[in-house]
């Protein structure tokens, strides 16, 4: 188990060059090195829920309230005319 506050080194090989320029023109434009730019990102990616999470939480809902089949199928169709 990590400490509290301890941060990993992760090397990233076979990134395109035009990838790379592209990553460091935006850490350049947001004022941060490209290093801080990229933790910044995956920290992001990270701490987004996974499509199985959100799938999960969808499917816990209580969908007890609400409107019916018939009644999203009436709208749908009365949409079209």
């Given at each position: 188990?990590?400490?509290?506050?301890?941060?990993?080194?992760?090397?990233?090989r076979?990134?395109?060059?035009?990838v790379?320029?592209?990553l460091?023109e935006?850490a350049?434009?947001?004022?941060?090195?490209?290093?801080?730019y990229?933790?910044a990102?995956l920290s992001?990616?990270a701490?987004r829920p996974?499509n199985?999470q959100i799938?999960?939480?969808l499917r816990s809902r209580d969908?007890?309230e609400?409107p019916?089949?018939?009644?999203i199928?009436?709208?749908?169709?009365?949409?079209?005319?």
């Open positions: 188990m990590l400490a509290f506050g301890a941060m990993a080194t992760l090397y990233i076979d990134v395109s060059d035009d790379a320029a592209t460091k935006r350049a434009a947001d004022g941060k090195s490209l290093s801080a990229i933790g990102e992001k990616i701490n996974t199985a799938v999960a939480r969908r007890s609400g019916t089949v018939d009644d199928l009436r709208a749908v169709q009365a949409g079209r005319r």
